[in-house]
């Protein structure tokens, strides 16, 4: 049993048996110091489709990627609350569908199961081996201070038994069919791996399953491991790399759960209990924090079937919060340790911080590392060993983990040439150019780094590490592309800068193991690094120059804004930029007009044609698209930040001189009309298409938002052209996600709210009518379900207390384990999909129950409705149903929120319309401090059963 944690791009970590050079094989000594399904799948166009349906808009795409969203946080929500309806939909052919997504391609695929683990499978017939491991975002950093060592501790503990095997019995029986299995612990992770014959990878799957969510922790066996623990904590200590390091982290990593070791301490390991283990099992230890990895000569199709039958009844009944990075710290003065000790050599490490694995300033400082001191070949290692022959060794390496990392520089030499070493180190530090590197050293590197990661391939094992690794932290393969990418693209310039930002003589913090004896004083070592290296510190103005710099608003001229959301763990850029108007702009017969020009907009500019632009976005692993809402008009684009420069001109061109040619606008009434066609064909489509008019009697909110196809038919291009002039007038709030150029952004803010904005031209949010029409019943013939919604008023979100509320509600009543699904599923058989959503606008909204049923059903479906809305009014929700809707929305809302794009758009979208862009969060905060009583008495007030809507759909 390791523990340990990746050194990125090229980590000798036992189990993962990445290899590198001497460093990072020095680093496993430092870290690793310990013995070591029911499926429920949506892919993103389905997702795509849900939106749109509750939009009543296609999502315009280019053929390079799929783009934005709706245009309409309120709609959106909305579309997430009927996510489940479509889900359910699917599941009739989830079986088939599974089939085909694992018959497409090599893989791997990774498939979500209905408990929120991962699943990655991944076809390789080269060995009759299977590999399978279970990663679990569980380790050292998410541990108590006074618990520290527990997640290493029960690491051990899980070969001590479980449930059904005896200690030592998992071992036995995966050694016995000729298999091998282990653990290890990390700062960020745990993972436990078997390697088996392909016969027995059903063995191997139960085993890794039975250890992580079995585990017996019998308070005798603890005691007897606690003890093995404590073993390995001190010999660790007996090795100068583990004592350095465990210095170093609690200096460079200090205020963080970083700054304390992986094993622990021994007073911390002495007193964690079984209790504490299960504490935090029960914690940390749920499948939406887990990815189970399969590998190896494997028939994936069953071994989807064998995790749903192992996995399918865990369940994640506690929240899991996205790790938030740690600030790369600036201690202000260089730190030196010394510690005598019967050692025979001086061992010295020396670390500078810097961001965690995601970032994309990663491949830089690796490549910086390995032209410094990664090997023979390397600038310190051929001046100091070679030429001087002051060490014994000396190298660089970059440690990444997930929040954060250090620059680390290891050497050995003799006692009596540490002074003149460390001078000479400083002054070598202190005058590194990159230009002086050859073309054929960073080609050499570049051929090293690569090599290490394609060499993780040559064995079953390291494929199966390397897949599982990318996918955990980084979200799968594309991550590894575009570390190829940037470490292929990089410039001198661009390593110097990144030199410059981290190599900071006054970030610096050293440990130094010297023989007794040896005259060696911490003050004149720190004192040389200021006489030898004078700082070349970054200001905040020089860095805001090229980098994200921090988050802020910035009020242009004419009533724009601008939002800057950093966030460097991707090199890619995201931006939103949002108008109010949609079908806002639109007079009562230039109904679908919104629509048309958003799928037009981006169909070629005045230099481009259409086949042009999209040829130029793909070149460029971009995407850019348009939409319309009822209450907003947006663009949003994603693209690599390097692309900066191409990206910028090309959205203002698009913004500013659109092509509307009239082959393009002919095949967008096309599209929009043959999407309105295809709408009417679906039951749930049909009715989305038709509840706003149904609801509302005036106002955008009442229109057919994509028209009626003989309107849309007459539109012109002088009508598009007048309705975009019009639209693009109006003030814009533009949001930043992502690692950035901050100052080219903002000049292209300026310039486009002084060219475009009319400054006086804004335009009010829409409000509502409701319509006095209180059923509407449509027959779509030769279908064999009746679909059923009945529909209640509710305030907009301008009223935050009764959002808070209501959003709580509808999360008590939706989902597969919520109250309507129960009820008139579970109990009464009364359909296949039960569910509630909410929709809201700034001023307007509804609460809605669905259900789609069998036609002869549709009086009882209606009935349990009833029932359950006087259930609601008369008594309060159970507590473990409040506790249950409060989990839901925090984890829909990081669900939802993780990629740059979806916080780029909520940002723009909530502020166009007058609202704080964390207004989102600020709503699940208050919903968590409600009570059941609270929410009945919005339940009281708004879902009046006399007074709802009905909508019927009938065969």
């Known amino acids: 049993m390791v523990p340990q944690q990746k050194v990125r791009a090229g980590s000798a970590v036992k189990g993962f048996k990445f290899e590198k050079l001497s460093i990072l094989i020095f680093l496993l000594g430092v870290l690793l110091m310990s013995t070591g399904c029911k499926i429920e799948k949506i892919d993103?166009?389905?997702?795509?489709?849900?939106?749109?349906?509750?939009?009543?808009?296609?999502?315009?795409?280019?053929?390079?990627?799929?783009?934005?969203?709706?245009?309409?946080?309120?709609?959106?929500?909305?579309?997430?609350?009927?996510?489940?309806?479509a889900q359910d939909e699917a599941n009739a052919e989830l079986s088939k569908e599974i089939s085909d997504a694992l018959a497409s391609g090599e893989g791997p695929h990774v498939i979500k199961l209905s408990n929120g683990m991962s699943l990655l499978i991944k076809e390789d017939n080269r060995f009759p081996l299977v590999n399978v491991r279970l990663f679990v975002h569980a380790g050292s950093s998410y541990e108590d201070p006074s618990q520290a060592g527990i997640?290493?501790?029960l690491e051990h503990m899980v070969f001590k038994g479980t449930a059904t095997r005896a200690p030592g019995q998992t071992a036995r029986e995966i050694e016995s069919v000729g298999g091998d299995m282990n653990a290890a612990t990390s700062f960020d992770y745990t993972v436990y791996y078997v390697e088996v014959p392909e016969k027995e990878w059903k063995l191997g799957m139960d085993i890794v399953s039975d250890m992580t969510f079995n585990a017996k922790i019998d308070p005798e066996e603890l005691k007897s491991e606690r003890e093995v623990v404590l073993s390995e904590l001190e010999r660790g200590e007996d090795n100068p790399g583990s004592r350095i390091f465990k210095t170093l982290q609690s200096i460079v990593w200090k205020n963080t759960s970083y700054q304390w070791p992986i094993i622990g301490y021994r007073d911390t390991v002495k007193n964690i209990s079984a209790e504490d283990i299960h504490a935090y099992i029960n914690r940390l230890y749920q499948p939406q924090s887990m990815l189970l990895s399969v590998v190896g000569k494997i028939n994936p199709e069953e071994v989807v079937k064998e995790a749903e039958r192992l996995c399918g009844a865990m369940k994640s009944d506690a929240p899991v919060l996205p790790p938030v990075v740690f600030p790369v710290p600036e201690t202000g003065k260089a730190t030196v340790k010394i510690i005598p000790g019967k050692w025979n050599k001086v061992y010295i490490g020396a670390a500078f911080p810097i961001p965690g694995l995601s970032s994309a300033k990663i491949a830089g400082l690796e490549m910086m590392c390995e032209l410094l001191g990664g090997g023979e070949t390397s600038k310190l290692y051929r001046k100091f060993k070679y030429e001087k022959r002051m060490v014994d060794s000396i190298s660089v390496s970059s440690l990444t983990l997930e929040r954060a990392?250090?620059?680390?520089?290891?050497?050995?030499?003799?006692?009596?040439?540490?002074?003149?070493?460390?001078?000479?180190?400083?002054?070598?530090?202190?005058?590194?150019?990159?230009?002086?590197?050859?073309?054929?050293?960073?080609?050499?590197?570049?051929?090293?780094?690569?090599?290490?990661?394609?060499?993780?391939?040559?064995?079953?094992?390291?494929?199966?590490?390397?897949?599982?690794y990318f996918q955990f932290f980084e979200g799968g393969e594309q991550a590894e592309e575009n570390y190829l990418y940037d470490l292929h693209n990089i410039t001198r310039t661009q390593l110097q800068k990144l030199y410059d930002e981290y190599f900071v003589p006054e970030n610096i913090a050293s440990c130094m193991l010297v023989p007794e004896g040896t005259k060696a004083k911490a003050v004149n070592f720190e004192k040389a690094v200021a006489e030898n290296w004078p700082s070349k510190k970054i200001t905040v103005g020089d860095n805001a120059a090229y980098g994200p710099g921090e988050a802020a608003t910035i009020e242009l001229s004419n009533g724009s804004q601008l939002v800057f959301i950093p966030d460097e763990t991707l090199p890619y850029t995201a931006m939103s930029m949002y108008w109010v108007g949609g079908d806002a702009d639109l007079s009562t017969d230039e109904q679908g007009l919104a629509a048309l020009t958003s799928q037009s907009l981006t169909r070629g500019t005045a230099s481009m044609n259409a086949t042009e632009l999209e040829d130029f976005v793909s070149d460029r692993a971009a995407s850019i698209g348009a939409t319309a809402g009822r209450e907003v008009f947006a663009i949003n684009a994603k693209f690599p930040s390097r692309f900066t420069a191409d990206m910028l001109p090309l959205i203002n061109e698009i913004i500013t001189e659109p092509r509307f040619a009239p082959e393009e606008l002919e095949r967008a009434r096309e599209d929009q009309i043959s999407a309105i066609k295809r709408k009417g064909d679906r039951p749930l489509s049909l009715a989305f298409r038709n509840i706003f008019p149904f609801l509302y009697k005036s106002g955008s909110y009442s229109f057919f938002h994509l028209g009626m196809p003989e309107g849309v038919e007459k539109y012109t291009k002088e009508d598009i052209s007048d309705y975009w002039a019009k639209q693009s007038s109006r003030p814009f709030v533009l949001a930043i996600c992502g690692d950035y150029d901050r100052k080219a952004l903002e000049d292209f803010a300026k310039q486009l709210d002084g060219k475009l904005v009319l400054k006086n031209k804004p335009l009010a949010i829409p409000t509502s009518e409701w319509s006095d029409s209180k059923d509407l019943s449509m027959v779509l013939p030769d279908r064999n379900q009746a679909h059923l919604m009945v529909i209640f008023p509710v305030p907009g979100m301008e009223d935050h207390e009764a959002t808070a509320g209501?959003?709580?509600?509808?999360?008590?009543?939706?989902?597969?384990?919520?109250?309507?699904?129960?009820?008139?599923?579970?109990?009464?058989?009364?359909?296949?999909?039960?569910?509630?959503?909410?929709?809201?606008?700034?001023?307007?909204?509804?609460?809605?129950?669905?259900?789609?049923?069998?036609?002869?059903?549709?009086?009882?479906?209606m009935t349990g409705f009833e029932n359950t809305v006087k259930m609601l009014k008369k008594q309060d929700l159970p507590e473990d149903e409040i506790t249950r809707a409060k989990n839901i929305l925090n984890g829909e809302y990081y669900q939802e929120h993780q990629s740059l794009l979806s916080r780029s758009r909520e940002s723009a979208s909530l502020m166009v319309k007058g609202f704080e862009p964390d207004l989102d969060i600020k709503i699940i905060e208050q919903a968590s401090k409600m009570d059941a009583a609270q929410v009945r008495e919005l339940i009281n007030k708004y879902l009046n059963w006399e007074t709802k809507y009905t909508l019927t759909v009938h065969p």
């Open 44 to 85: 993103s166009n389905r997702k795509e489709d849900v939106a749109a349906v509750l939009n009543e808009t296609e999502v315009m795409k280019t053929p390079s990627s799929a783009l934005s969203q709706t245009g309409s946080v309120s709609e959106k929500d909305a579309a997430q609350s009927i996510a489940q309806t």
């Open 151 to 153: 997640s290493h501790l």
């Open 405 to 468: 990392g250090m620059l680390y520089i290891f050497a050995t030499l003799d006692a009596d040439k540490v002074d003149e070493f460390w001078k000479e180190l400083m002054i070598e530090l202190s005058s590194v150019d990159f230009n002086d590197f050859t073309d054929r050293e960073i080609e050499r590197v570049i051929l090293n780094l690569e090599d290490s990661l394609f060499l993780t391939k040559e064995t079953l094992s390291g494929l199966a590490s390397k897949l599982g």
């Open 806 to 861: 209501l959003s709580l509600l509808r999360a008590s009543l939706a989902g597969q384990s919520g109250l309507l699904f129960r009820d008139l599923r579970d109990k009464q058989g009364l359909g296949y999909t039960v569910t509630a959503f909410l929709w809201q606008a700034p001023k307007t909204g509804f609460m809605a129950f669905y259900i789609g049923t069998k036609p002869e059903q549709l009086e009882q479906a």
